[in-house]
T-cell receptor
Framework: GEDVEQSLFLSVREGDSSVINCTYT??????LYWYKQEPGAGLQLLTY?????DMKQDQRLTVLLNKKDKHLSLRIADTQTGDSAIYFC??????????FGSGTQLTVLP | EAGVAQSPRYKIIEKRQSVAFWCNPI?????LYWYQQILGQGPKLLIQ????????DSQLPKDRFSAERLKGVDSTLKIQPAKLEDSAVYLC??????????FGPGTRLTVL
């Protein structure tokens, strides 16, 4: 099955860019997702990318996909304190089932 | 549009007791998922329903966990008997035809 790995922690200064990285093993994942989880809340979909795309930009968010290296990244421009949360990457196949990474705790310092 | 509702939000039980969680998905969403999220880990799929049928329950510990979705709307997840390692947040999610799964706030279970 799919295995998804992420670094556990990232700290950035307010206003800087954040880059959260993820690697996955299953090249048959049709879609790759980024979810955000704030304390005590469920997961919120931020963005997703089809596996036949290299890049997707959505306002402050940029997703890069390197299929050869099975590497996915999420860049958040002009990071704000409200962006502090846990970010999960996930792979999904045809059944829409998701396999999540262990999450990256993003801390934005003032 | 109302989101996915879950109850209770918190539950504390002793090991070997039973517990049940309830989920009400977004109206019209045919697919419902239950995930287990252990502290410090990502959610892990336990079971997926399409209407009132099970699509995948391969990761559900069937000796102690059960789930049902009668009438294809609400769902309940039960643990009987609970073990210490069942302490986790249980997340319910629903989806329609699109790619996005909408998650509820979760039920935090503590087994003492």
């Amino acid at each position: 099955g799919e295995d998804v790995e992420q670094s556990l922690f990232l700290s950035v200064r307010e206003g800087d860019s954040s880059v959260i990285n993820c690697t996955y093993t299953d090249s048959s994942s049709t879609y790759l997702y980024w979810y955000k989880q704030e304390p005590g809340a469920g997961l919120q979909l931020l963005t997703y990318i089809f596996s036949n795309m290299d890049m997707k930009q959505d306002q402050r968010l940029t997703v890069l996909l390197n299929k050869k290296d099975k590497h996915l990244s999420l860049r958040i421009a002009d990071t704000q304190t409200g962006d502090s949360a846990i970010y999960f990457c996930a792979g999904g196949g045809s059944a829409r089932q998701l396999t999540f990474g262990s999450g990256t705790q993003l801390t934005v310092l003032p | 549009e109302a989101g996915v509702a879950q109850s209770p939000r918190y539950k504390i039980i002793e090991k070997r007791q039973s517990v049940a969680f309830w989920c009400n998905p977004i109206s019209g969403h045919a697919t419902l998922y239950w995930y287990q999220q252990i502290l410090g880990q990502g959610p892990k799929l336990l079971i997926q329903f399409q209407n009132n049928g099970v699509v995948d329950d391969s990761q559900l510990p069937k000796d102690r966990f059960s789930a049902e979705r009668l009438k294809g709307v609400d769902s309940t997840l039960k643990i009987q008997p609970a073990k210490l390692e069942d302490s986790a947040v249980y997340l319910c999610a629903s989806s329609s035809e699109g790619l996005e799964q909408f998650f509820g706030p979760g039920t935090r279970l503590t087994v003492l």
